[in-house]
C-alpha cells in the first residue's frame, strides 16, 4: 500500500469524494460501509462533527465529536466512536472536557428505546453489546446499571442494576437495588432478590424477586393492598385486588378490604374510552361493618352500597342524538362509613340523570326521554322518577310573512312554544322500597304546556309584553272523598282518565330612565328600570269549572291534590305588579388614570317589588321585596335581601288578617325575614423574582434558586370568607343566626401547600365541619396530610407515597377514621 493512514475533516453529515482515494482491493464510498456476501446487511452510514480518521491497515473508522452512526433502526451517537469493519464490532465513549468530566457520552436507540452510559461496545451482525453504567428511561421508570449485556434479542441484562421513578440519573432520591436484572422491552423488567434504598441508605424492605411493569399499553396484574390497623375494627388488608387490561379501550378492577374483626368490603370498577365517540366510568362498592362487640349490647351491623356511573358521548359522534349519565346511588350510610373524602362525607343529598335526547334535524321539534333519581341520606327519602319524557318545539312565528317587503307588522313577532311532559315518580323512605305494595305508590300524569307572547314599542321608549299561557294536565286516577256513617271522611282513589285545563293572560310594560348629578368635574349616574305588569286568572276552584269536589257536610276539595303537576289554581287574580331597579355609578376624577377619569359602581343593584290583587276580597297586597348588592373597598361584597309584610298577625294564632300593620302597630310594614352576606376573597399577587439592595447579588441569586431555604412573607395565597347574618320573624319570636365561614390556601414554597376550611356559627356557638389539609412535593414522592379535627367525622389520613403510578403501592399510610377516635 502507498499510505498506511488517511486523515480527513468533514462536517456533520459530510460525505467523502469518491475519488479521495483510490484502493484496488475494497474501496470505501462515501460515508458508508457498503455490504455484500458475509457481510452486514445493511449499510452503515456514518458522520463526525470534527473530523474522521481512517485506518487502512487496523480497518478502522475513527469518528471525533458528535460522531453519530446508524444501522438500519439502531442508533449510536458518542463524542468519540471506532468502527472496526471487519469484525463488525463498534466502541463508542465519552471524552473528558477541560474539568476532567466526560462529555458526549454514548447514546444507544433501537426501535424507540434509549439507553445512555459510559462506554459501549457492540457488534452489528451479531446484535450482541456490552454496556458499561448504563441510564435508560423504561415506561414511566429508570434503570441505572453497572454492566449491561445485551444478547442477540431485544431482551438485556443488567449487572448491579438500580430501578427508580425518579428522573435524576446521578443521584435518584430512592431506587431498587438489584444484582441481577433482565429487560424485556416493551414488556416487563424482571430482578433477583431485591431491597429499598432511600436517600443512598439501604432498608431492610426486601422481596425475592421484583416484577415491574414495561410497557405504554394497559397490562393485567395484582393490586398490592395497604395494610394497618384500626382500633374499632382491626389489623386489615384495604384496596387489594386485580386490574384487568382488557383492550385499550376497556379495563376493569376488582379489588376488597378485609378487617381481623369481621367487617369486610369489595369495590369493581371499570372505564372506557373510544376517542371521538364516547367515554365513562362505572363502580360499584359494598361494604360490612360491624360496630362494637357482637356479643354486647349496642353493637350494630351497617351493609351498605353505592354505585357511580358516568357516561358522555362526544358531540361529535352524533349531532343530532346524545346520551348522558350521572348516576350516584346507594344506601344512606356508605360515605358516613367508607370514605374519606371530606367533601363526600358532609354532602347530604345524591341525585342520578340518565337521559338520551334527540332533534329531528331541521325539524323545529326535539325530544329527551330520562330517568332520574334524588336521595337525602339525613331524611332517607329516596325519589325516583322513570321514565320521564318531554317533547318540545321551537319558538314558531305563524303569522310571519315568508317574503317579508317592508317593515315587520306587530302581530308578526307573535309567537309560541309547545312543551309535552310525561312524568312517574314514586317518592318513598328507603327502608319501604321492596315491601309489598310499595309499586302502587308511583305517581304519574302529563303535562301541556302552551305560552304565547309577542312584544312591541309604545312611544319609542315603553317595551310592552303580553303573553297567554296555557296548561293542559291529563291524570289516570284522582280522589273521591265521602262521609262515612261515623261521619268520618273516607277517601277512594279512583282510576281512569281524568284531565283539567287552565290559563292565565299576563302584560307588562318596562322602560329605562337615565338621572345624572354633577359634583364638579364628577358625574354619578343613576339607571331606573320600572315596571308595571298585570295578570288575571280564573278561579278554577268554582263550580262553573267542576275541577273540584264537595258533597254533604263536605267542604271543597280538588280530586287532583298531590297530583304530580299539581291542581287547577284555587281564587281569582287580578294582580297588578310593581317593580323598580336601579343601578348607580359614578365617573371622577382621577390622576392615576391615563383618561382623567375612573368609573366606579356605587350601587350595582337595588331592586324593590309587590303587588296588589283586584280580585281578592282580602289582603290585597303581596308581601314586599327587596334586594340589593354592591362591592365595598373593591374586595368587599355585599348582599342584602329582605321580605315585609303590610298586614299584622293575629295576636292568638299569628296568621295574617285583613288588618294593616300601620293600623294595628303603628308602622308601615312588619319584617318576615332579612338576610345579610358579606364575602371577600384576598389574594396575594404573582410570583415575582426578590429584589432588594441589601445583600450581594450572590445571595439573592441562591434566595431565588432555593426559596424553600428561606421564610417568604410575600408567598402566594388565598382567604376567602364569607359572614351571614339571618333574621326570621316567625310571628311568635325573632331568630337571629350568625354563621362564619373561612376557606384558605398557603403555599408556603413551590413544594409546600397548606389549605383549611372551617367555620363558627354565633347562635349555635359551635364550629361547623372543618378540614385542614397539607401537601409536600417531594420530587419523585408526595405528602398527603388531612385532618378532621373535631366534629362527628374526627379523623386523620397521613400518606407518603410514590407519585408514579408504576410504584403505586409503594407508600406509608396512617389513617383514624371517626369510630377509630370515639371516646378519646
Not at 474522521?52 to 468519540?80: E, H, S, T
Not at 371499570?270 to 376517542?275: A, E, I, L, P
Not at 358516568?310 to 359522534?317: G, I, L, T, V
Not at 398527603?784 to 367525622?793: A, D, E, K, L, S
Request: include cysteine; hydrophobic fraction near 35%; charged fraction near 20%.
Amino acid at each position: 500500500m502507498l499510505f498506511a493512514q488517511i486523515h480527513l475533516y468533514a462536517q456533520q453529515d459530510n460525505a467523502l469524494k469518491s475519488d479521495s482515494l483510490q484502493i484496488a482491493v475494497d474501496s470505501l464510498p462515501p460515508g458508508t460501509l457498503r455490504t455484500g456476501k458475509g457481510s452486514l446487511d445493511k449499510e452503515v452510514i456514518y458522520s463526525a462533527r470534527d473530523s474522521m480518521r481512517f485506518d487502512l491497515g487496523g480497518k478502522r473508522i475513527y469518528l471525533y465529536g458528535a460522531a453519530d452512526v446508524k444501522y438500519g433502526n439502531i442508533r449510536l451517537k458518542a463524542d468519540f466512536i471506532t468502527i472496526n469493519w471487519e469484525t463488525n464490532l463498534i466502541n463508542a465513549r465519552g471524552t473528558p472536557d477541560s474539568t476532567g468530566k466526560l462529555k458526549g457520552k454514548p447514546v444507544f436507540s433501537q426501535d424507540g428505546q434509549e439507553f445512555e452510559s459510559e462506554e459501549m461496545d457492540y457488534n452489528f451482525k451479531t446484535r450482541k453489546g456490552k454496556i458499561r453504567d448504563i441510564y435508560t428511561k423504561q415506561g414511566d421508570g429508570f434503570l441505572l446499571g453497572e454492566q449491561v449485556r445485551k444478547g442477540g434479542g431485544d431482551d438485556f441484562y443488567v449487572r448491579n442494576g438500580k430501578y427508580t421513578t425518579c428522573d435524576l440519573p446521578d443521584h435518584p432520591h430512592f431506587y431498587i437495588n438489584a444484582g441481577k436484572i433482565k429487560v424485556i422491552p416493551n414488556d416487563k423488567i424482571v430482578t433477583g432478590p431485591a431491597n429499598l434504598v432511600i436517600e443512598d441508605i439501604p432498608t431492610p424492605l426486601a422481596v425475592p424477586f421484583g416484577l415491574f411493569p414495561n410497557s405504554t399499553k394497559r397490562k393485567s396484574g395484582i393490586v398490592f393492598p395497604t395494610y394497618g390497623e384500626s382500633p374499632a375494627l382491626g389489623f386489615y388488608l384495604k384496596d387489594g385486588g386485580y386490574y384487568f387490561g382488557i383492550n385499550d379501550y376497556f379495563d376493569a378492577i376488582l379489588q376488597g378490604t378485609i378487617y381481623s374483626r369481621g367487617s369486610w368490603g369489595l369495590n369493581t370498577g371499570s372505564s372506557y374510552n373510544v376517542r371521538y365517540k364516547y367515554n365513562g366510568r362505572f363502580s360499584l362498592g359494598y361494604s360490612k361493618i360491624l360496630q362494637g362487640d357482637p356479643d354486647l349490647l349496642g353493637s350494630r351491623v351497617n351493609k351498605d352500597f353505592f354505585i357511580r356511573w358516568n357516561h358522555s358521548q362526544d358531540p361529535k359522534a352524533n349531532p343530532n342524538s346524545r346520551f348522558s349519565a350521572n348516576v350516584q346511588a346507594g344506601s344512606s350510610n356508605y360515605n358516613y362509613l367508607n370514605s374519606l373524602n371530606p367533601a363526600t362525607i358532609v354532602t347530604n343529598t345524591f341525585q342520578s340523570a340518565v337521559s338520551y335526547s334527540r332533534n329531528f334535524g331541521n325539524s323545529p321539534w326535539s325530544m329527551v326521554l330520562s330517568a332520574g333519581h334524588s336521595q337525602n341520606t339525613a331524611t332517607r327519602v329516596i325519589t325516583v322518577s322513570a321514565p320521564e319524557l318531554q317533547v318540545n318545539r321551537n319558538r314558531s312565528y305563524p303569522f310571519k310573512r315568508k317574503e317579508a317587503i317592508g317593515k315587520e307588522r306587530w302581530y308578526e313577532r307573535i309567537g309560541y312554544t309547545y312543551t309535552l311532559q310525561s312524568r312517574n315518580t314514586i317518592s318513598l323512605p328507603d327502608s319501604l322500597y321492596g315491601r309489598p305494595g310499595w309499586e302502587r305508590k308511583f305517581n304519574n300524569g302529563v303535562q301541556h304546556l302552551l305560552p304565547i307572547n309577542t312584544s312591541f314599542q309604545l312611544f319609542k321608549f315603553i317595551t310592552v309584553s303580553p303573553s297567554v299561557n296555557t296548561s293542559w294536565r291529563w291524570y289516570f286516577s284522582k280522589l273521591h272523598k265521602s262521609m262515612g256513617n261515623n261521619m268520618e271522611v273516607i277517601t277512594d282513589t279512583l282510576p281512569g282518565f281524568f284531565s283539567n285545563f287552565e290559563y292565565n293572560a299576563n302584560i307588562s310594560a318596562s322602560t329605562r330612565v337615565f338621572s345624572f348629578l354633577k359634583l364638579g368635574k364628577s358625574t354619578i349616574r343613576n339607571v331606573m328600570s320600572p315596571q308595571v305588569s298585570f295578570r288575571y286568572q280564573p278561579d278554577f276552584s268554582s263550580l262553573e269549572y267542576g275541577y273540584f269536589g264537595s258533597g254533604g257536610s263536605l267542604s271543597s276539595y280538588s280530586p287532583f291534590q298531590g297530583g304530580i303537576y299539581g291542581s287547577p289554581s284555587v281564587g281569582r287574580q287580578g294582580t297588578v305588579g310593581f317593580a323598580l331597579n336601579n343601578n348607580l355609578e359614578g365617573k371622577f376624577r382621577s390622576k392615576r388614570d391615563s383618561s382623567g377619569f375612573r368609573k366606579l359602581v356605587l350601587l350595582e343593584a337595588f331592586n324593590i317589588a309587590t303587588g296588589y290583587n283586584l280580585a281578592a276580597d282580602s289582603l290585597n297586597w303581596q308581601q314586599l321585596s327587596v334586594a340589593g348588592r354592591t362591592k365595598l373597598l373593591k374586595k368587599l361584597d355585599f348582599v342584602y335581601a329582605g321580605t315585609y309584610d303590610f298586614y299584622a298577625l293575629d295576636p292568638l294564632t299569628r296568621n295574617r288578617i285583613n288588618t294593616s300593620e300601620l293600623q294595628m302597630n303603628g308602622r308601615l310594614m312588619r319584617m318576615v325575614n332579612t338576610r345579610f352576606a358579606f364575602t371577600t376573597v384576598l389574594a396575594s399577587s404573582g410570583k415575582k423574582e426578590k429584589q432588594s439592595k441589601k445583600g450581594t447579588p450572590e445571595q439573592l441569586k441562591d434566595i431565588n434558586s432555593n426559596p424553600e431555604h428561606y421564610v417568604d412573607f410575600s408567598i402566594p395565597w388565598e382567604l376567602s370568607a364569607n359572614y351571614n347574618i339571618t333574621i326570621t320573624n316567625t310571628g311568635k319570636e325573632v331568630v337571629n343566626s350568625q354563621v362564619l365561614n373561612l376557606t384558605g390556601r398557603i403555599n408556603l414554597t413551590s413544594k409546600w401547600r397548606f389549605e383549611f376550611s372551617s367555620g363558627y356559627d354565633f347562635r349555635l356557638k359551635d364550629f361547623s365541619f372543618s378540614t385542614v389539609d397539607i401537601y409536600r412535593d417531594l420530587h419523585c414522592w408526595e405528602m398527603h396530610f388531612n385532618w378532621i379535627p373535631f366534629g362527628f367525622r374526627r379523623s386523620f389520613n397521613f400518606t407518603i407515597n410514590v407519585k408514579s403510578s408504576v410504584l403505586q403501592d409503594l407508600k406509608l399510610n396512617r389513617r383514624r377514621q371517626w369510630f377509630d377516635l370515639q371516646g378519646q
